[in-house]
């Protein structure tokens, strides 16, 4: 399986938080950037964070001071750690290369932040 699998997601309270994980192969993983993604219900897919090689890191200004986006280069992994989470991040969130290939959209997982 070449698509990355996400997982991590779940229900939370605004102003709670969760730690998305995603697992890659070396094909999507290895030497390349890896960004989240999220795409809400009738929204567009769109950036959240990405990461490069080196650990530099860019945020979009939603997940500015709340994301953490972080990157395990032995293990092959990407994390997103979202803290104060509010109910506009109810997404379903991908991880792929910063430069996302559509053959590398995984299944997501689901944030769904609510009372």
């Known amino acids: 399986q070449v698509q990355p699998v996400e997982s991590g997601g779940g229900l939370v309270q605004p102003g709670g938080s969760l730690k998305l994980s995603c697992a890659a192969s070396?094909?999507?993983?290895?030497?390349?950037?890896m960004a989240w993604f999220r795409q809400a219900p009738e929204n567009e897919r769109e950036l959240v964070a990405f990461?490069?090689?080196?650990?530099?890191?860019f945020y979009k200004s939603f997940a500015k001071g709340r994301f953490t986006i972080s990157r395990d280069n032995a293990k092959n992994l990407v994390y997103l750690q979202m803290n104060a989470l509010k109910p506009e991040d109810t997404a379903v969130y991908y991880c792929?290369?910063?430069?996302?290939?559509?053959?590398?959209w995984g299944q997501g997982t689901q944030v769904t932040v609510s009372s």
């Open positions: 792929n290369r910063r430069f996302a290939r559509p053959e590398y």
């Open positions: 990461i490069g090689t080196d650990g530099t890191t």
């Open positions: 070396d094909e999507i993983f290895s030497g390349n950037s």
